[in-house]
């Protein structure tokens, strides 16, 4: 089952926490500059991603998670124009649920054996919007938390360890400013999955246009 999830009403302060997760995302996508600098071509799955700051995220995130020993692969499926609108958008949005994706599977590490941690991403255009997928096979969302896993300060994790639920917070701020909009759902097989849709800015402008 998936559930919409309301958008925020007021903007994520600047905190420090905030700052954090900005930082992380760009130390991401330089680490991914980087990497994709050492070789003639990206890897395979990332050659359909041709907006140069979204390829340079997916493949920092890539690299930081497998230092970690989470598996984080790209649909071959995926694709991504080049010259989007305001691609700092997606970044955020991209870059705040793949971190949250990792921190679930990181956390849920039982004693037996279980499969490898693992985090799925999609990414669609459609007519007048990029939809985003990031799947997990943590322990998921549980039905109740997910009409406010999105607000400021709420987690479902461990407060003691320093997580206070900015990451997905930052990425309702976003979605709700352009206009766009999240559901979250169980990931097929076990966990969580995310869908944000992140209407191009044009649209918006568009929709907003006096008649």
Excluded: Y
Excluded at 85 to 94: A, G, I, K, M
Aim: hydrophobic share 40%.
């Amino acid at each position: 089952m998936t559930n919409q999830v309301p958008m925020l009403a007021d903007p994520v302060q600047p905190t420090r926490d905030a700052q954090r997760h900005r930082r992380r995302n760009a130390l991401h996508t330089i680490l991914g500059m980087l990497e994709l600098a050492r070789h003639d071509r990206p890897p395979f799955a990332m050659e359909a991603v041709h907006e140069p700051l979204v390829r340079a995220l997916l493949v920092g995130k890539t690299v930081a998670a497998a230092r970690l020993g989470v598996q984080l692969s790209l649909s071959t499926t995926s694709r991504l124009r080049r010259g989007m609108e305001r691609p700092e958008d997606l970044v955020t949005v991209l870059g705040n649920l793949i971190d949250n994706a990792q921190d679930a599977v990181l956390a849920h590490r039982p004693t037996a054996v279980r499969e490898r941690p693992l985090i799925e991403v999609d990414i669609r255009e459609r007519a007048a919007l990029t939809e985003v997928r990031v799947a997990d096979n943590g322990p998921g969302v549980p039905p109740d938390s997910r009409e406010w896993i999105f607000t400021e300060g709420a987690s479902t994790k461990q407060r003691a360890a320093g997580h206070r639920g900015l990451g997905l917070a930052m990425v309702s701020e976003v979605l709700s400013r352009r206009g766009g909009g999240i559901a979250v759902g169980e990931r097929a097989g076990g966990g969580a999955e995310f869908t944000a849709r992140l209407p191009r800015a044009s649209a918006q402008a568009d929709a907003w246009s006096p008649s």
